[in-house]
């Protein structure tokens, strides 16, 4: 039987050493340095341009008449028009940046034995669920230091910030973490059965493709079985780009699941993996 | 009463191959303990078990009476795993001290025990260098200090003195014998004249069969000295010991070097005697020393 106060007291300290790890050491300040310069292009180039053509009427004629036909028409509808480019490259660029990121979760501290020095003071659940929440706060931090640079962005060429746009970066902030939990802990998963993180990544995308390559031969032949593809991880990313506001929420359910399957799997394997 | 390690015909197999072949074994807290055998015999293997890095293909096996892994041993029992090596991208004083908070410490006791561990080890000074930064010897001392954070009641060590220097070789020695009143050791090691000063006990591993579990110390009415003299004709030598009452046999061991067997009880003053037999003839002797050396003991049985 688990001792749940020391599982939960262990899971945090192993979450605050993996911020630790981002804010404390050489390796995670070249890695905010690399942060800080892509988010300085995309904020000065992609979404300050965008914004700026955004508030022109025939570029928001014609983008309505496209977005409309894709079922994209709510992105006009923002408070301010920083948050719907954000939001349009964000929901589809960081889970890619998440799979690359959270690749080293486990594997190369078991690759290096230094799992060896953990397991006799911690449980092997409590590091996967601790690596695993690590991440998301590294991630948490990350996404909201950009969409606080994004309403800077906003601010500068307003000349002021509407209300309604902090609540919709609350919002965006909240959703970007249920959309990046899957393939956070997808990597956990993939992370556990490899000793390397470029092991990792690399299993993450053929194991992706493999099984889409599957559901699809199976799909040709049995076409009753379409509705699988609504289960894989981001199925979910173009009904939540067509929403807006609190609504997005209703899409949570499916990568939460998606979560939960993806760590207890990462369990299993971690718990009968030799170290 | 619960055994400090007790295990009941524990195999591990990895794929055809048995390592571990029914071992059947229960050891006690109190002096250190040794664990013997020649390369390949499962010795890592059965470290590895007992820190439950690998989990037994059949069998049992307990530590005060709970799974290895368990998490009601976090703390009670630690080791030093051969070739494990601490994260790159930390310090070392960093690093133990969050095996510390795991450990359950606070922050502040954390950073003391840290501190009282690198120590001992002779590493106070390095505490802030990352593990990279350190000497092979340097790095298997930091992980004998990681063993020590706290206070565990088993420490299982993996060829603790592997790859030191003489000196520092020594000073792990030394420490082993000054906290094994605190912490039963169980110390693996291919250096047998090592365990023999430092080991009541010594399980001896070969094929992965436990060969024997038996007290390093000398036991019975057997009397053995083991005598180095500093030159002498053999013959000669082996004739006048042969000679001594109450001697059963005379071997010689190495040039110069000779085994006496014999009773005991019938003579306690065995070793006063040959010393005056060797003035006597005027023999200088270089080393006179009561019993079997853990190696013999060990392979005059094993290998008949």
């Not at chain 1, 209703?250 to 990462?266: E, I, R, S």
Request: charged share 15%.
């Amino acid at each position: 039987m688990p001792n749940f106060p020391a599982l939960a007291s262990h899971c945090v300290l192993l979450a605050r050493f993996e911020l630790y790890r981002l804010i404390g050491s050489p390796r995670g300040w070249f890695a905010l340095g690399a942060f800080a310069v892509i988010w300085y292009f995309l904020l000065r180039y992609p979404i300050f341009e965008a914004s700026v053509q955004l508030q022109q009427p025939d570029i928001q004629g014609m983008l309505g008449r496209v977005f409309g036909m894709v079922g994209l028409y709510n992105l006009l509808n923002w408070p301010v028009a920083e948050l719907s480019v954000y939001w349009l490259i964000t929901v589809l660029l960081l889970p890619l940046v998440a799979v690359l990121t959270s690749a080293d979760q486990t594997a190369g501290d078991r690759s290096r034995g230094t799992l060896r020095f953990l397991t006799l003071r911690t449980s092997r659940t409590a590091i996967v669920l601790g690596r695993f929440a690590g991440q998301m706060l590294v991630q948490a931090l990350l996404v909201l230091l950009s969409l606080l640079a994004t309403l800077a962005l906003a601010w500068w060429r307003l000349g002021s910030l509407p209300l309604a746009a902090v609540e919709h970066a609350l919002i965006v902030w909240l959703n970007l973490l249920i959309v990046l939990a899957p393939f956070t802990a997808m990597m956990a998963l993939c992370s556990a059965l490899v000793r390397s993180s470029k092991l990792a990544i690399s299993l993450a995308i053929v194991g992706s493709g493999v099984l889409v390559g599957l559901l699809s031969t199976l799909i040709w032949y049995q076409p009753d079985f379409l509705w699988l593809l609504q289960y894989l991880p981001g199925a979910q990313l173009p009904l939540l780009l067509g929403e807006q506001g609190w609504a997005t929420f209703q899409h949570a359910g499916l990568p939460l699941a998606q979560t939960m399957v993806f760590l207890v799997l990462a369990w299993l394997v971690m718990k009968g993996k030799s170290l | 009463m619960t055994h400090l390690i007790q295990a009941k015909a524990l195999c591990k197999k990895f794929g055809q191959k048995t390592v571990l072949d029914h071992l059947d074994f229960s050891l006690e807290a109190g002096e250190p303990i040794a664990l013997i055998g020649p390369n390949g015999a499962g010795k890592t293997t059965l470290f590895s078990l007992l820190c439950g890095y690998l989990s037994p293909s059949s069998g049992q096996i307990e530590i005060l009476g709970h799974k290895p892994g368990s998490d009601s041993l976090f703390g009670r029992v630690s080791a030093l795993p051969q070739d494990a090596q601490l994260d790159p991208n930390f310090s070392v004083q960093t690093q133990l001290e969050f095996y510390g908070r795991l450990q359950g410490m606070n922050k502040n006791t954390a950073k003391a025990e840290t501190a009282r561990v690198l120590a001992l080890v002779d590493l106070a000074e390095n505490g802030q260098q990352k593990a990279t930064a350190l000497s092979h010897g340097m790095r298997k001392r930091v992980a004998i200090a990681q063993a020590l954070l706290g206070q565990p009641e088993l420490v299982m060590l993996d060829e603790p003195t592997a790859g030191l220097d003489p000196v520092n070789a020594m000073q792990v020695r030394k420490l082993i014998a000054q906290l094994s009143g605190e912490a039963t050791f169980v110390i693996s090691s291919h250096n047998i004249f090592e365990l023999e000063r430092l080991c009541g006990t010594v399980l001896y591993l070969e094929n992965g069969r436990l060969q024997q579990q038996q007290p390093s110390y000398q036991q019975g009415a057997a009397g053995y000295l083991a005598l180095q003299l500093e030159q002498g004709d053999s013959h000669k030598v082996l004739a006048l010991l042969a000679q001594l009452a109450g001697v059963q046999k005379v071997e010689q061991l190495q040039k110069n070097e000779y085994g006496l067997f014999y009773d005991r009880e019938l003579c306690p003053d065995m070793d006063l005697t040959v010393l005056a037999m060797l003035r006597t003839e005027g023999l200088a002797y270089r080393q006179l020393t009561q019993g079997r050396s853990l190696e013999q003991q060990l392979f005059s049985v094993v290998n008949g």
